[in-house]
């Protein structure tokens, strides 16, 4: 049935929910096999969806390797609270049949004492390789990588390579099985090759000799977005993570790298609107919680503000002799604080993307020295035709002196847009020189530093112009 066009559009997950609660309610038993065919990730958008207390059911409903895969795409929070809840022996079956790095991620995201518990209730293999996985930092390539990869010895034949690579597809999933790795007897990388080039390689042959050995790696400690831009720049599906011997430590998926970019993208976003990154998604995020994230950046922004409030008021003389000039304050800080935006956009963007580099600062001055002066001298422009126009149309009388104030407004737009575009250029490499995150050059705190000198601009340039006319 084709829906109506002012009819929202229904997720999968709100169409399947009502049959899963009736199989739950009605017969349990059956829910695995009716939903064998759905992908585990809208298995989750239905337990997120339903009555939390009913979601333990309809994760035992199912088979423990198809429940942990649900399990790995649930929100941080139900999937805590889920886990949380169980005894530490149900908690540990299903952690345990989670994904190397999605288990570790589980466990960091839990209660300290709780994730220990369960921890010492999974099977000896799995808790060790899970306790490797939880020594790295969660934003490095450690904390991204998991140890289910495929590797080869480099002493093993095409043949004999592919009678491994079958064996392990059949003994179970493998998050890396479209890249092969090639070993030596010390674990050390040797080359890599995916696995349409191992089908096609000759038989006999030894996979050394066929693998290629230029080899793009990272170490377990370099930051997220050096993975994020290792895999951009080299158009990779995998990244092979390495020990400072250059022995393979674990792999970080394409899929996993997404979510970096994804996270990093929305903290950017976060921290450039005025606030402090949310660690949750935003209907998750407690009441208070949030309040807390907002207050901090509104404060300061609050009392930057008070210096523009003030420097109007050290200029009050001047505005009560020349009402008029009050009429384009909002006009001159406003086009310096857009033109600073625009400015910290830009280069904040280049810097997330590694297109700038601290050494680069001069010649971002130099490049935006010259476009705020353009950019300024044409905004000025048009703000002192707009006084001549009105003049000539008789929209507002300014009076015989309304030339002088022309002149005043367009210099005074000029010298705002020129330091706005300067101010938002340089802040992000001032921000990221004393270790700050350039992204907390926020377009609302660049508005707020320019209006300050705005204000002060203004009134300075009135001050030195218009004496002796309107002033």
């Known amino acids: ?110 209660d300290e004492d709780v994730a220990d518990e369960i921890l010492e209730a999974i099977p000896e293999r799995e808790r ?51 890249t092969i790795y090639v070993v030596d007897a010390q674990g050390v990388l040797t080359g890599v090759m995916s696995l349409r080039e191992l089908l096609a390689a000759p038989e006999g042959t030894r996979v050394a000799d066929n693998a290629w050995t230029e080899i793009v790696t990272v170490p377990a400690d370099a930051h997220r977005e050096t993975v994020v831009q290792l895999t951009s720049n080299y158009d990779l599906v995998a990244v092979p993570v390495v020990d400072a011997d250059r022995r393979l430590l674990g792999v970080i998926t394409v ?26 998604p935003y209907l998750q995020v407690g009441f208070v919680e949030l309040l807390k ?26 505005i009560s002799a020349a009402t008029v000039l009050a009429l384009f304050v909002p006009l001159i800080i406003s086009s310096g604080g857009n033109s600073g935006s625009q400015a910290t956009s830009l280069i904040i963007r280049a810097m997330a993307l590694q297109e700038l580099r601290a050494r680069d600062w001069t010649r971002v001055l130099l490049r935006e020295a010259g476009m705020g002066l353009v950019l300024g001298a044409l905004l000025g422009i048009v703000g002192a035709l707009r006084i001549v126009v009105w003049q000539w149309a008789g929209f507002y009388p300014f009076g015989e002196h309304y030339g002088v104030l022309a002149t005043t407004i367009g210099a005074t737009v000029l010298g705002v847009v020129l330091f706005g575009t300067l101010t938002g250029a340089m802040l992000p490499f001032v921000l990221r020189k004393v270790g700050f995150d350039p992204a907390s050059a926020s377009a609302p705190l660049v508005a707020t530093l320019v209006d300050v000198t705005g204000v002060v601009l203004y009134f300075s340039m009135a001050l030195l112009l218009l004496r002796g006319t309107l002033l």
């Open 128 to 178: 060790a390789e899970t306790e490797r996985l939880l020594q790295y930092e969660a934003d490095t390539a450690g904390g991204l990588m998991t140890t289910e990869f495929v590797s080869v010895p480099e002493s093993q034949t095409v043949d004999e390579a592919l009678a491994t690579v079958r064996a392990i597809a059949r003994a179970g999933r493998r998050e890396a099985m479209q």
């Open 1 to 110: 049935m084709q829906q109506a066009p002012d009819e929202p559009e229904r997720s999968l997950a709100a169409l399947l929910a009502p049959d899963i609660l009736d199989l739950l309610e009605t017969d349990p038993r059956s829910i695995a096999a009716e939903t064998e065919e759905l992908h585990a990730a809208d298995l989750a958008d239905v337990a997120e969806l339903i009555d939390r207390a009913l979601v333990p059911q309809l994760l035992a409903a199912l088979p423990a390797p198809r429940a942990a895969a649900v399990l790995e795409y649930l929100g941080e929070e139900l999937r805590t609270e889920l886990l949380e809840t169980m005894a530490p022996e149900q908690a540990a079956a299903l952690i345990a049949a989670m994904t190397p790095d999605e288990r570790a991620d589980a466990l960091e995201e839990m």
């Open 255 to 280: 899929d996993d790298v997404i979510d970096v970019i994804q996270e990093e993208q929305t903290e950017d976003v976060q921290k450039f609107g005025g606030l402090e990154a949310l660690e949750e």
């Open 293 to 318: 994230k907002r207050v901090p950046w509104l404060i300061v922004l609050f009392v930057g503000q008070m210096f523009t409030a003030a420097a109007m008021g050290f200029f009050e003389d001047s």
